[in-house]
């Protein structure tokens, strides 16, 4: 991929010129911890906590004393990476590996932070300080610029090291828990005391090749965590999080604190699903059939899909459904859609489900899976599809003492990016909830759910009939009878009718309130009459908030964009994937129809239907356990009393 217009080359000899410096590092330093605990020395070993496991050497020199002990704060990369599969002789090529991509990744930190150093002035002021003519007050400056190019510092190391050795990842996962050694005095300081912790988690756990290269993957992911979190914090960050660098050599774009990651997509094993084969669900399925194609506009030089900028395209969804009404059969026709799409236009796809799996029992590990899930999918290099399945037994609702440490971890990240403050909606992704039990589901995290597809499954005697046909499959010769096969799945048709059902409300609750205000009001023809219904629902619903109202005004975009990218648009790139983006936008700005009363009104209901949909069965599930207990009170009682008499 070439380098774009917003992008500016970090050249290669600005990297090579910090090589020298950052073989150093490698081959020895010392570093006294200040944050993290250093393993007590064992004096009678032949090496210290931080020395490597270099390959076993002896002198043929005699009489010349080999045995050593260095210090404990002594830190050998190398020689770590040298020991870790525990035998002689030369480096293997993935050892070798793992060691340029290091130098390398330090060498790309420090030209990225003396790029910004001189943007920032930090440069004149370590000039100045080096002089002892820093004025007194501009040593604040001085420290908070510090600060901040350590921060770029590590964060572009954890990023290119992550980047660099991608591509040697195996199934060999490595826990290493939090990094600890994260200083912020000066960049120089900073790499010292990660490449410290860096050695010291090598010793405990790259025990083989594999787990070398997981070990040093799990460093850097979990710095990068670390080291973005605390530059949410922090002062003077504005000139890297607004700029882009390009290493040509690499294919390496660094964007702030964002992680890059290669575009690679894991070879999908799903058994995929044609969308006759989906029966019934006709809103959710023609939904699904145009995000697949909306998807597909994305724009991997501006980073940006013109559905996004234009207002018609769905970042979240939750789908709900009772068991057994066809959900997993909707994401195999989506991913399968998707998956076609790319090979087609050979766009790198990624598919992932996040599971129970991904709950762990050590604090924090949950949320760090769920945040791996988001950033695996998020990533701009890639068009993803994401998929959370029975997400009330995934993530914890807040205040209820049955969910465990994990599952609130895991609610607290999905809610942060999926409408946090640093949310961005690139268009090249989406993400979709399922559940059997959405009122089960915590009301923010449900209501971060840009759109609703009700999965409801077959539902006339036509759908009954498609789907015995459909599983029967062709082994058998009973005659059809009288029946047009799959005539009923016609998606426009059905559609149509679906949303034409949703002119007045479905639920009884809803009902009421639109009986009231249409009494009272009038038809709901006018802004003011339909801000009259949305407030009459806030008042019936206390959980019917703006962002319900966000929610609802996409949809209605989305229906605004109800057109179906040409089918020959897929099948030949040429014709419009391959444009560029601001052909796209116009080409898709022509489809485009008008926002109609009727649209909103079919929206607001089809939204507020959902929310007191869930509300009924959350109240009733929370009666119906409420009996129970009392019950068991009850009975609990009379036993007590009858064995005291």
Known sequence: MSQTADQMELREEDIRKHYASALTML??????????????????????????????????TPGLVTRQVARPEGVQILARIEGADGSDGLMSPLQAHVA?????????????????????????????????????????????????????????????????????????TVDIGDVEEVLSDNAQLALHGVLWELDRDLSAFATTEPR???????????????????????????????????????????????????????????TFKQPHEVVGNHIAKYQSLRLAKMLMAYDFTRKLNPFAELGGFIFTFMGDGAPGTGKTTLIQMMAGLIHDYCQVAGYTFRYQNLSTDNIDSYQGKSGQNAKAFINNIIDPGVIGFGTIDDIDTLAGKRGDRQSSAGQLEITAVLM????????????????????????????????????????????TREDYIDILSLLLGRNHSIPLGEHELFAAQQIQKMVAASFESHNRPHEDGLIRVWERVEKDHGKLDTIARIGTYLKAIQEADQRFTGRAIKNITDAVK????????????????????????????????????????????????????????????????????????????????????????
């Open 212 to 270: 070398l290269v997981a070990t040093t993957l799990a460093f850097a992911e979990a710095l990068m965590s670390k080291v973005a979190a605390r530059a949410a914090h922090a002062a003077r960050l504005e000139p890297f999080n607004g700029a882009s660098w390009r290493v040509e050599a690499d294919q390496f774009t660094i964007q702030g604190f964002t992680p890059a990651r290669k575009a690679r997509g894991p070879a999908l094993t799903m």
């Open 100 to 172: 340029n991509g290091l130098r390398r990744a330090i060498a790309i930190a420090l030209a990225v932070g003396e790029t910004y150093a001189d943007r920032t002035g930090l440069a004149e002021f370590k000039r100045a300080n080096l002089a002892g003519s820093l004025a007194a007050d501009k040593r604040a400056d001085f420290s908070e610029l510090l600060t901040a190019e350590a921060l770029v510092t590590l964060y572009t190391f954890a990023n290119a090291t992550a980047f660099l050795l991608a591509a040697h990842a195996t199934e060999e």
């Open 558 to 645: 989305v229906r605004a964009m109800d057109f179906e990218l040409p089918d020959e648009w897929m099948e030949n790139p040429e014709l419009f994937l391959f444009k560029d983006y601001d052909t796209k936008k116009a080409m898709i700005s022509e489809l485009r129809r008008p926002i109609t009363v009727e649209m909103v009104i079919q929206e607001i209901n089809r939204y507020a239907d959902s929310e007191f949909r869930y509300a009924d069965n959350s109240d009733e599930a929370a009666i119906a356990n409420a009996v129970r207990d009392m019950g068991r009170m009850e009975e609990a009682k009379r036993r007590y009393l009858a064995s005291k008499t």
């Open 416 to 459: 942060e990016s999926f409408a946090g403050a640093n949310t961005v909606v690139r268009g090249n992704c989406t993400f979709g909830m399922f559940s059997n039990y959405p009122e089960n589901v915590d009301d923010a995290l449900r209501q971060r759910a840009g759109a609703r597809f009700l999965v409801d499954g077959p539902q």
């Open 27 to 60: 081959q020895g330093l010392d570093h006294a911890p200040r944050i993290a605990k250093a393993a007590a020395p064992d004096p009678a070993a032949e090496r210290s906590s931080g020395i490597g496991m270099r390959r076993t050497f002896r002198t043929t």
